[in-house]
């Protein structure tokens, strides 16, 4: 309930307004998002990188309406890119970038699909250029079967383009079987949005058992499962199923959020896995922000205590 009320928020235009305009909310934010420029994104990497960390780094934003501001993210990502390659950060995909379609113009009235593609084919190259690679997010249901299409369209040309897949609807086992071909990059998630009665899972039990279900299609496969998620339990199933698989260390990924469950994050780098972070940088950063308070009340609380203590 609380969770489908926060998400509910993360739509809502004058909340949006409200809680931005807040100075309380910074603190809270700067717990999740590395800060609002590209320097303080290269800043947080190299740090990370310096720790035995792989990143992903995503410019927050979403929902574009505007042709000209889909340009412009991409020409954000371009410039990213160029930059973590002059740092050193860039080489053999340690840190690389994940885009969300609609930043790019996936819901533009009309031409989105065609907006998107192209958009994502620059960030790919300029990705192709600087010696690393690109995640294409995945966003609410109704996202899905462009994205799928749009990722499918340029693996002609880029492929190690990675994908997510979202556990918490009932298709996802079987995109996974399509998904799980050599080569292929696939992120595997719980899912951050919520979906109708008859496209998602009803319970968290149904959502954990159908993450595990696709974590053993992804790691059984010849592809590169980039397993994203904080849960100890899905972790150590991925872990046991890994060494089942026969895989070594370097085929598949563990990842986390900036900012969530850092000391697991350092055990696993330390373990000898590989353990990506997705480092949000932006100023645009109220609807990941609310996403994740609705992942997790604790968080919720911290946000609540940091508003009060200010008044
Ligand atoms: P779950 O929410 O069950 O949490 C398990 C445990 O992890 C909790 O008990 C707690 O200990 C810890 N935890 C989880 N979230 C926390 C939080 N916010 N704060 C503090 N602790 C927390 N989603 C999507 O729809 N599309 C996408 O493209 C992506 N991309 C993506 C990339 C990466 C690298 C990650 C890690 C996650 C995503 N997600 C995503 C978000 C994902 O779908 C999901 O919402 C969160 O990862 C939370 O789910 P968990 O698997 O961690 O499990």
New binding site residues.
């Given amino acids: 309930m609380l969770r489908q009320a926060l998400l509910a928020l993360s739509a809502s235009g004058p909340a949006r307004d409200a809680i931005m305009a807040t100075a309380a909310t910074r603190s809270v934010v700067a717990r999740f998002v590395a800060g609002e420029t590209i320097d303080e994104a290269l800043a947080v990497t190299a740090s990370l990188a310096a720790g035995g960390r792989l990143v992903?780094i995503d410019f927050l934003g979403e929902d574009t309406t505007d042709p000209a501001q889909a340009a412009a993210v991409t020409d954000e990502y371009v410039r990213l890119l160029g930059r973590l390659c002059e740092a050193g950060l860039a080489a053999r995909g340690r840190a690389e970038v994940s885009v969300k379609p609609t930043a790019v113009g996936l819901g533009l009235p009309g031409s989105g699909e065609k907006t998107a593609l192209e958009n994502i084919r620059r960030i790919a190259s300029a990705a192709r250029n600087a010696g690393t690679t690109v995640t294409v997010?995945?966003?609410d249901h109704t996202r899905v079967d462009a994205t799928l299409r749009l990722v499918g369209e340029l693996r002609a040309d880029f492929p190690d383009l990675g994908c997510?897949i979202?556990s918490y609807l009932q298709r996802s086992a079987d995109d996974c079987r399509v998904l799980a071909a050599t080569g292929s990059r696939v992120?595997l998630?719980?899912?951050?949005?919520q979906a109708p009665d008859g496209v998602g899972l009803a319970s968290?039990a149904d959502v954990d058992m159908s993450y595990a279900r696709c974590l053993r299609i992804l790691l059984d496969g010849p592809g590169y499962p980039m397993l994203?998620?904080?849960?100890p339990r899905?972790i150590s199933i991925a872990a046991a199923r890994a060494g089942l698989a026969g895989r070594d260390n370097d085929s598949f990924e563990y990842?986390?959020?900036y900012g969530?469950?850092p000391g697991e994050q350092a055990r696993l780098a330390a373990s000898g896995a590989q353990m990506?972070v997705?480092v949000p940088y932006g100023s645009d950063w109220y609807g990941y922000l609310v996403?994740?308070l609705a992942?997790?009340p604790?968080?919720l609380m911290f946000f609540l205590r940091a508003l009060s203590s200010r008044r």
């Fill in positions: 992903t997010d995945m966003e997510v979202q992120r998630c719980k899912g951050a949005y968290k994203a998620t904080h849960d899905l990842q986390m959020l969530i469950r990506r997705y996403r994740r992942e997790r604790a968080n």
